[in-house]
């Protein structure tokens, strides 16, 4: 059975096992505590009011809170059968079910709560701090999650992708390139749905005067108050030129950045392999966590420089 004790000193299993360092885990470990006992505190797993204080009765499988969140963290992770997940910590296929979709949207609102999870309205992404606090240049791409086929019929047309020649759920991911974290995610789409359409849709509000990235999946996206970048596409019976190629090789050079971050997300395989959980908004939920754990991890390993006026 894998325990926390058992991990916490062998620092390469650990990484392997949540994606995450020993610090990165307590840092979450602090507010992930403090929010799973405040809302166990009033009332039971079922949203009822507890007739008895919390801790009485039957002990759990997952006693300890460290063991609670290296469970999710694993899950999150490596996305195994629930029926293996299950076996890895001592329980059956439908509590480990239970436990993960009880512990996973607490997992979100400990990143929330560290702010890193990215933003989700777009029309309040000029207010956000995490765009007040670092402005920069924008770098928009889309990105694409196998899911398994659905049953009904429309379902089936709506999600297949004609790129990815298979069911897909699609995402927008906006980057910003000075600090390469996540700071806005678009809400899950079919994997039909064109990239353009899905931006003129949810009309982010950038702020005034910003650089916005983009490839030619987004042909035509120009938003206001913005300045778009786009690699220049070779004309029909026609050569680039010489000027044009090499703007084209800088635009890539910076524009490389969104994949290296995407990869970063897809570092949890559950928005990397092909999702099996057929919960309404839950394929939305763990796109949302796997970017957050990017920018925490992102946040504690190549963290900002900070300059003091003063000293200068």
Not at 248 to 271: D, Q, T
């Amino acid at each position: 059975m894998l325990t926390y004790a058992m991990l916490k000193d062998a620092p390469r299993d650990f990484l392997c096992a949540t994606g995450l360092m020993n610090d990165e885990f307590l840092a979450l470990l602090r507010v992930f505590s403090n929010i799973y006992y405040a809302q166990i505190a009033h009332q039971t797993a079922d949203g009822k009011p507890r007739q008895r204080r919390p801790g009485a009765g039957a002990k759990g499988l997952l006693p300890a809170i460290e063991d609670k969140l290296l469970f999710i963290l694993v899950y999150q992770k490596t996305y195994p059968l629930q029926t293996m997940h299950g076996l890895q910590f001592g329980m059956s296929q439908p509590e480990a079910n239970y436990w993960i979709h009880r512990l996973l949207p607490l997992v979100k609102h400990t990143l929330t709560e560290l702010g890193m999870t990215p933003a989700r309205e777009a029309h309040t992404l000029a207010d956000h701090p995490k765009v007040v606090e670092n402005p920069a240049d924008f770098i928009l791409d889309g990105t694409e999650r196998r899911r398994q086929r659905p049953q009904d019929g429309a379902e089936q047309t709506a999600h297949y992708s004609g790129k990815k020649k298979t069911h897909t759920d699609k995402n927008l991911v906006l980057v910003n390139t000075q600090t390469d974290q996540v700071i806005y995610l678009g809400p899950t789409c079919p994997g039909k749905t064109h990239d353009k359409r899905m931006a003129d849709e949810v009309e982010v509000n950038y702020p005034n005067g910003t650089t916005v990235g983009k490839d030619t999946g987004f042909q035509g996206y120009e938003p206001r108050h913005t300045v778009t970048q786009q690699c220049k596409k070779k004309p029909k019976g026609r050569a680039l030129s010489d000027a044009d190629k090499f703007l084209n090789r800088i635009l890539s050079g910076v524009r490389i950045r969104v994949e290296h971050v995407i990869a970063g997300v897809k570092r949890c395989r559950i928005v990397k392999d092909t999702f099996r959980n057929t919960k309404e908004d839950f394929a939305d939920l763990v796109m949302e966590v796997a970017c957050a754990l990017h920018n925490l991890r992102i946040a504690y390993r190549h963290p900002q420089p900070v300059f003091n006026v003063l000293r200068l």
